[in-house]
């Protein structure tokens, strides 16, 4: 594969999680959507950027994607134990 093939493959991944993204209702699913987005930002690093400092960058990606994961997952809890609901059109204000 090259350079272009890869980079495709990143945008459809991308353009796919995005719009799965803006259409599904559960947070658990925009969750999951959101780091398919984050994978294919990591794809296109990698195909696109110089060799080495690509892979520092993908590296750390993912352990971002990583803790975005566990604090997202925790924020979802939350909020379905203050909401009784995981669908985020049911959640209709935030109170402090």
């Known amino acids: 594969m090259n350079k272009f093939h890869l980079a495709a493959l990143a945008f459809a991944l991308f353009a796919t999680a995005a719009a799965g993204f803006l259409t599904c209702g559960g947070l658990v699913r925009m969750l999951m959507f959101l780091e398919l987005m984050l994978n294919a930002a990591n794809v296109a690093f990698v195909a696109l950027g110089p060799a080495e400092p690509s892979r520092a960058y993908a590296a750390l990606l993912l352990a971002v994607a990583a803790a975005e994961a566990g604090v997202g997952l925790a924020l979802i ?9 995981a669908e985020a059109a049911n959640i209709k204000e935030l109170k402090g």
């Open 77 to 85: 809890l939350a909020l379905a134990q203050v909401f009784k609901t």
